[in-house]
């Protein structure tokens, strides 16, 4: 796929016909206002910014291969590095922030403001608000752009990434309530991953294809991995890799009682290409090393 990189905000708001920026690391923008009309439907762009947009569309939005449809509306988040083609948005309501990576690595709390998984999720893993939900976003929305049009002061940096903060303060609070609300699916998604755990731990052997990780077990559920391990998080108290390691520790403790296996082996047919991870794995979970844990037993 052909796209254009985006690497400033300058660049980015030329790229929508947009009005000039006001702060060179950050934007905000109403996206009613964004000109498409250059726009061919297979248009595309690379975005090395974090963005927040609360979007309503009339029409369908690409992010990889995939459409999704915002007729209502929803906010979704992406990191630097993400290509987006919006294809042909025939009608769009809502606003945007975007913001240069160097605006957040700058303090420490601009980098906390990076961990959160959201910015990992994928486009269909948006968030559903309501009216309200948005009201309390749009607040924090408004104190952003006052600091943002004022003269910039000592000041202005702080502010704007306190409102940002609480902005996704609220919307941690707001996933947890969708995930809540969608306890059905939810849980048939809990229920899936342990089919898929167990089935991958039921071969005889894990030689050939080694050990899984949160990407597959992710791209099994048509998830992305940051939103598969923050559901399993809520919904069962451990992470993806937590699940994962409990099952492997699980065959390995049966392997030590039933067989008389050296250790390597038994590391080796757990998928582990180094016996030592495989020890060191295990002590850390259990407490004791293999070979006492055998004897123990």
């Not at 030329?14 to 920026?21: D, I, T």
């Not at 408004?142 to 003269?151: A, G, K, W």
């Not at 940002?164 to 941690?172: A, K, N, R, V």
Request: net charge negative.
């Amino acid at each position: 796929m052909e796209y254009t990189d985006i690497k400033s905000i300058s660049q980015l708001l030329s790229f929508f016909h947009y009005e000039k920026p006001v702060h060179p690391l950050i934007a905000v923008v109403d996206l009613a206002k964004v000109d498409r009309s250059h726009r061919t439907p297979d248009a595309a762009y690379r975005l090395d910014l974090y963005s927040i947009a609360c979007k309503k569309i009339e029409g369908s939005f690409k992010y990889g291969r995939t459409d999704y449809d915002f007729n209502e509306g929803s906010l979704m988040f992406t990191a630097p590095d993400q290509v987006l083609s919006p294809g042909i948005e025939n009608k769009v309501e809502g606003w945007a922030i975007y913001i240069h990576p160097d605006f957040l690595h700058a303090s420490k709390k601009g980098q906390h403001l990076t961990s959160y998984t959201f910015f990992g999720y994928d486009t269909h893993e948006c968030l559903h608000i309501s009216d309200a939900e948005e009201k309390v976003l749009k607040d924090c929305l408004e104190n952003i752009t006052r600091e943002i049009s004022t003269n910039l002061d000592t000041h202005s940096q702080n502010l704007i990434l306190t409102n940002l903060e609480l902005m996704l303060s609220y919307c941690s609070r707001f996933y947890d309530r969708q995930f809540l609300t969608r306890a059905k699916v939810s849980n048939e998604i809990v229920e899936k991953f342990d089919r898929i755990l167990n089935d991958y731990f039921s071969q005889e052997t894990l030689i050939e294809i080694g050990l899984p990780d949160v990407k597959y077990f992710a791209s099994q559920l048509n998830l992305s991995p940051n939103y598969l391990t923050d559901l399993l998080t809520k919904y069962t108290g451990k992470s993806t890799n937590e699940h994962i390691h409990l099952k492997l520790i699980d065959k390995a403790k049966q392997l030590l009682w039933s067989t008389n296996a050296p250790i390597s082996a038994i590391a080796y047919d757990l998928g582990f290409e180094h016996p030592s991870h495989f020890t060191k794995l295990f002590k850390n979970k259990t407490g004791h090393a293999p070979k006492m844990y055998r004897n123990l037993n």
